[in-house]
């Protein structure tokens, strides 16, 4: 079959994506954790893996250096998705992008201060709800930024809302309900159709089998 390259996310994305691979069959001959390499065979013979990170696994598809990517829907939708379909969704790293504000604090009027990572996403959402905000775009912490007075509001990942919690904030309004998807290059799936469809259909019956156990 077609040589193909998967790129993957690193981190805690890594952790929910590698077993769900290992159950369509795919897994990285040596351990990613252990290696300071980026690129891993597999054992597919035609199939390598490259390890990234989040933000850029979309640009890698959408270029068409990685044929295929495991991407967070977060990421797609800051990214946008131009250039990649999104066949699958992998169940996995299920999360929310909320808004979130300190507890108890009223919003000011006028023009919020909204300070986030994801400032496509946020312009959107806002300008959706005909609310004016000055975005600041933040790299980390986001729940920092209320504290010190930079923002009003934040809009950041959410799972357990711990993390909020710890710092004095509460989550808000529900943006999006976030969770790791397959994305492959449009190009690409037309000149390695036969590669590309089979690591489609193994990891969608790897899904679909995970689904059937835990109904
Ligand atoms: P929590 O305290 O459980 O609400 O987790 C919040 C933090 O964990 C967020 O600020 C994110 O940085 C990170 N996080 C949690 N789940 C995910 C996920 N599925 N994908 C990426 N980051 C996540």
């Known amino acids: 079959m077609e040589k193909i390259t998967i790129a ?17 069959g795919i897994e990285p001959v040596e351990n990613i954790a ?48 131009a250039g990649m379909y999104e066949p699958l969704d992998l169940g996995i790293a299920r999360c ?19 300070a986030t990572k994801f400032v496509n996403v946020a312009r959107r959402y806002f300008a959706a709800q005909g609310t004016q905000v000055e975005l600041i775009k933040l790299y980390g ?26 710092n004095g904030m509460e989550p808000a309004d529900t943006i999006a309900d976030i969770s790791s998807r397959l994305v492959v290059n449009t190009s690409a799936m037309k000149r390695k159709h036969e590669a590309i469809t089979d690591v489609v259909e193994r990891l969608r019956k790897a899904v679909t089998a995970r689904e059937t156990v835990s109904a």
């Open 34 to 81: 252990e290696s300071r390499k980026l690129i891993f065979d597999t054992t597919l013979a035609h199939v390598q893996f490259v390890v990234i990170r989040g933000t850029d696994v979309p640009t890698y598809v959408q270029l068409g250096a990685a044929d295929i990517g495991v991407a967070g829907k977060d990421m797609l939708l800051e990214h946008g998705a």
């Open 8 to 24: 993957l996310t690193k981190g805690r994305i890594l952790k929910d994506t590698l077993p769900l691979f290992a159950e369509a």
């Open 141 to 166: 912490a986001m729940e920092l930024a209320p504290l010190m007075n930079l923002a009003d509001v934040i809009v950041d990942i959410v799972d357990t809302g711990n993390t909020l919690r710890a």
């Open 96 to 114: 929310r992008l909320m808004t979130a504000m300190m507890r108890d604090q009223a919003l000011p009027r006028g023009k919020i201060k909204v």
